[in-house]
């Protein structure tokens, strides 16, 4: 397992979904944990691809194909996360205070494309910086998107969105509503306190989202949605942010849905780190 170390952060690397297993600044603890080798809890640290959220019903219909996905949401039928969360990554470079993992997505049921994998994890000044580059090295465009899933230690949020999603019983979207005069105005900070959120919000003001003085930052023109979500009614810890290239059912709807053609190339990134 690589252990990163630089500008006061450690971290820890899984090679299991390309995982942020660890962040800490000093001896002060950013994110949950999990065991070496798992289980993984509630997807932490990990990368959501080929989609991040879910595709409704675990089906969908791309270039005028329909197309069904495994369940792996059997409580909703839905599928969850993408294909690569559980998959092992191979180290192709490490030093001190970055990581390099690479992992080629074959063609399967449901997803029949051809994708390679990079990511960087990469400490600096601002904390952990982590991009994923994807190349569709297959012969037929591919639908695609992106983001992590970490789950932050804190209990004071803010979202500067001005917008958020509203799901249906099965999480699915329903409407996309402002922000203003919901439970779900979050653009400044407050204690979570009972408040239950799992939720996308866009319309971002900054690319940003904090929990406490944890800060995760992208750049909102490529991730210009994020889902936010507490552990307290999962009888879990923290708040998970997960900045999306997407919003959920985005394979069903085309929303903001990335296409890959043969040869082309999707970049993200985004940085976890204490203000």
Known sequence: MPILSGAGYTAEISTLGAAVRG??????ELLTSWPEGGPVPYYAGTLLAPWPNRVGGATYTFAGTRYELPVNEPERGHALHG???AAEWRVTEQGSSSVRLAYTLEP???????????????????GLTTTVTCENTGERAAPYGCG????????????????????????????????????????????LGGTRVDHTFTGLSAGEVLVDDIRVSWDPAV?????????????????????????PDAFGSGSDLVVLEPGGRHEAAWTIGVL
């Open 83 to 85: 294909l690569v969360h």
């Open 148 to 191: 992590p899933h970490p789950w932050l230690l804190g209990e004071r949020l803010r979202v500067p969105a001005a917008k958020v999603l509203l799901a249906d019983e099965r999480l699915l979207p329903r409407s996309l509503e402002d922000v203003a005069g919901t439970p779900y105005d979050f653009r400044q900070a407050r204690d």
């Open 23 to 28: 962040l800490r600044l000093g001896a002060r």
């Open 108 to 126: 399967s049921p449901g997803y029949p494309f051809t994708l390679s994998f990079e990511v960087v994890h990469a400490l600096g000044d601002d």
């Open 223 to 247: 991730l210009p949605w994020v889902q936010v979500c507490t552990g307290r009614h999962l009888d879990y810890v923290g708040v998970a942010v997960e900045p999306m290239t997407c919003p």
